[in-house]
């Protein structure tokens, strides 16, 4: 249901605004052990009455379009390109939870949000005992993310 959620709003937000077609999604459940990470990678944390992480992991030529398009075409000097990547990460996965969100459990109420943070250097992510690891790739023409939700809990029913 998550995940779902998570896909739906990455492809209104890539397809629509972005203007960056979805060539094909393929999606893995609980089989992954390990989630080898992309050149770039935000994740996000929930709390509350939903503990989970999500995590967003780019090609660098996908982050590049995306950019690009937050920046209207604008050139970004070399000396800053790392910082902007970084900015344009946790932007995309905080649009895309911050749409999704309405649709989790219980619609959202009582879950918190970590801000977002920028992982370059790490290669992989090892799934631990119980967790429940699901990933998908959405491959565009000009590369493709992933979004990945790890959760260790089942979430909360309202009271």
């Known amino acids: ?27 893995q459940n609980n089989d992954v052990q390990k989630l080898l990470l992309k ?29 690009s398009r937050f920046m209207d075409g604008e050139a970004v000097a070399s000396d800053e390109l790392e910082e902007v990547r970084d900015s344009v990460c946790g932007e995309v996965i905080n649009t895309i939870i911050g749409l999704a969100l309405p649709t989790f459990p219980g619609r959202g109420k009582g879950v918190t949000i970590t801000p977002p943070i920028t992982i370059s250097d790490a290669a992989s992510i090892t799934k631990y005992k119980t967790a429940k690891l699901t990933t998908s790739e959405l491959r565009t023409a000009h590369g493709a993310l992933s979004i990945s939700v790890i959760n260790s809990e089942q979430p909360q029913k309202e009271q």
Not at 39 to 67: K, Q
């Open 39 to 67: 050149s770039y990678t935000s994740m996000i944390a929930t709390g509350g009455s939903l503990s989970l992480m999500v995590l967003i992991s780019f090609e660098t030529p996908i982050l590049d379009h995306l950019m």
């Open 1 to 27: 249901m998550i995940q779902d959620a998570l896909l739906l709003q990455s492809r209104l937000f890539l397809e629509e605004d972005m203007n960056t077609p979805i060539v094909s999604i393929t999606t």
